[in-house]
């Protein structure tokens, strides 16, 4: 039997992660894996959903400074991480995780300028150490991610933002996804079909 394994999915808004996940889910449910856990950042405890609404809120009269986020957001993942995420992972769970760090080092390291050895100091100081043991990137272009998500009307704070922040963004994700040895690239740019066929593949293929 496999071991229990943490999965991260990550990608610009609108790549359709959410959606993968849940197709994630149904595939290892196929293969007989029962115990699995599905979990969203920055959220999935109670304070962690608080913080998510702190850091997605627009402030009109005040701006929230790069800092602030950043910490939010990583406020919100060791709550997660600590209360949730680690005894699941203790008790043979699979998770499957909308987001990890490489969010923290994509939007807020390369879309909004903050010092990836500042991010680094951050996560080793709170996690010690928690890779997950694949990351999935579904890379899609901003233009079509944001596409996507004017469909649902209302923008957060974050949505709002210039489509140089996403094109910042996706440029940090691809340098790091590169860095990384567990970790596959989909094209997220076709539809979902395309894609969650690409997905299915290449998960098969690392779970053998
Ligand atoms: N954030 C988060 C940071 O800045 N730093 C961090 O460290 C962390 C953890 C989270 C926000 O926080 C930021 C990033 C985000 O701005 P969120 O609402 O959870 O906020 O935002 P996203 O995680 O980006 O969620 P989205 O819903 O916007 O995008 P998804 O999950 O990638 O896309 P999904 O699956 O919900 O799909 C969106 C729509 O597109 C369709 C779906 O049916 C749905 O309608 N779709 C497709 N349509 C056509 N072709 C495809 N291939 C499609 N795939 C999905």
Redesign the pocket.
């Known amino acids: 039997m496999i071991k229990n394994k943490f999965i991260v999915i990550e990608?610009?808004?609108?790549?359709?992660?959410?959606?993968?996940c849940i197709f994630i889910k149904k595939i290892l449910k196929q293969k007989n894996i029962k115990n699995i856990l599905l979990v969203?950042?920055?959220g999935s405890t109670l304070i962690s959903e608080e913080i998510r609404h702190l850091?997605?809120k627009n402030f009109y009269n005040e701006e929230m400074v790069k800092e602030t986020?950043l910490l939010l957001?990583y406020a919100a993942?060791v709550q997660l991480v600590q209360t949730i995420i680690v005894p699941a992972l203790k008790n043979g769970i699979w998770v499957i995780s909308?987001?990890?760090?490489l969010?923290?080092f994509a939007?807020?390291g390369g879309g909004l300028g903050i010092d990836k050895k500042f991010i680094i100091i951050l996560k080793k100081f709170l996690f010690n150490n928690l890779d997950p043991d694949l990351t999935i990137y579904?890379d899609v272009l901003p233009e079509i991610?944001l596409k996507?998500?004017f469909?649902r009307n209302i923008l957060?704070k974050?949505?709002s933002r210039s489509l140089d922040f996403f094109y910042k963004t996706r440029k940090s994700y691809l340098k790091n996804i590169k860095l990384d040895n567990n970790s596959i690239t989909i094209n997220?740019n076709?539809?979902?079909d395309s894609?969650n066929k690409n997905i299915k593949y290449q998960l098969l293929k690392w779970l053998q």
């Open positions: 990608g610009l808004e609108g790549a359709g992660k959410t959606s993968a969203r950042q920055p850091i997605k986020e957001m993942r909308d987001r990890h760090d969010s923290s939007y807020q579904l991610g996507r998500v469909k957060d974050i949505e997220a076709m539809n979902i894609v």
